[in-house]
Structures are given as structure tokens and as C-alpha cells.
């Protein structure tokens, strides 16, 4: 199918405006932590479970390559993302219209989340992340609504893996 057929659909067109929706609600919810809550700070919303915690996440997962210089770290982070939020977009375009649901909803949460911690590394060098989970004294990370979203777009690119049948004509080729 022609990549014009592809963009004038509606259900394209659509989830368009979905991952607008996600990247809004991404971003906005970034820019309400920065302007109200202070670095560190903590409030607690589910007890032994959730606080609202503003930290500045310099690396990816776990403040992975936070350590490294901003030189080295921000290029390569932005570029890495770049790259990736550019190669699902394509696909995403290139093959609308023979991906499934799951793989279309995958893509309809991944591609805002990482679009939106893109943009945070680029304006501002680091993550807003603000979520915080724990188990009462054990804390486990601290994300955002990108992270969030990623999440379960994980969940739906698994969710066909787990359900695939054995004996489909797909898993029997090498």
C-alpha cells in the first residue's frame, strides 16, 4: 500500500492523535512537576507505595550512563533516541496497515514516551521523572508518565508472544 493511502486513513489519523494526546499529557505533567514541586521533595500519595518525588534522571533505566560527562552522555542518549523514535515512526507509516492491533497500540504508547523523554533530554539535558514506587522502606525507581507509557507499550508487543500458537505455520519455518 502507498505510504499516502497509509496517511490519509483514519485510523492513522487517529492514532495520531492519540500519541499527541500521550506526548501532552507527558509533557504537561513535566512541566507542572518542574514548576511545583521542588527538587527532592517528597509527597506521599499511596502509603508504602507511591510518592510524588521530583528527581532529574540524567541517564536512561535506573539512571544507567548518568555518570558519564554531559559532553559524551547527552549526544549520545539524544542520538540513540533519535534514531529509535525515528525507526518506529517509519515502520509505524511504512507497514500501518499490515500491523495488528497490539503492534499498533505498542506503537501508539512507546513512540509518545520516548518522544517525550527526547524532548526532556534535549531542552533540559536529563529526565523529569516523579513517580516514585516502593514497598515501604525499599525503593524501587522513580519514573514518569513517558516511562509509563513505554511500559505498557511493552505490554502489548508481549501480550501476542504469550498467546501465539505452536503449532502456526510462522513458527514452524527456520
Known sequence: MKITETLTSLSFRSNWIIMIIFLGLDLGSKIWVRANIPLYETTGILTNFLDL??????????????????????????????????????????????????????????????AGNLIDRVVYGHVTDFFHFRWYETSFFVNNIADCFISVGVVFFIIPLLFHKKGSASSNSI
Open 53 to 114: 518525588t521530583h528527581v532529574q534522571n540524567r541517564g536512561v533505566s535506573f539512571s544507567f550512563l548518568a555518570d558519564y560527562s554531559d559532553s559524551i552522555r547527552i549526544p549520545l542518549l539524544v542520538g540513540v533516541s533519535l534514531l529509535a523514535v525515528a525507526a518506529m515512526l517509519y515502520y509505524q507509516t511504512r507497514f500501518w496497515h499490515e500491523l495488528d492491533f497490539y503492534t499498533r497500540s505498542g506503537l501508539a504508547c512507546v513512540l509518545p514516551g520516548a
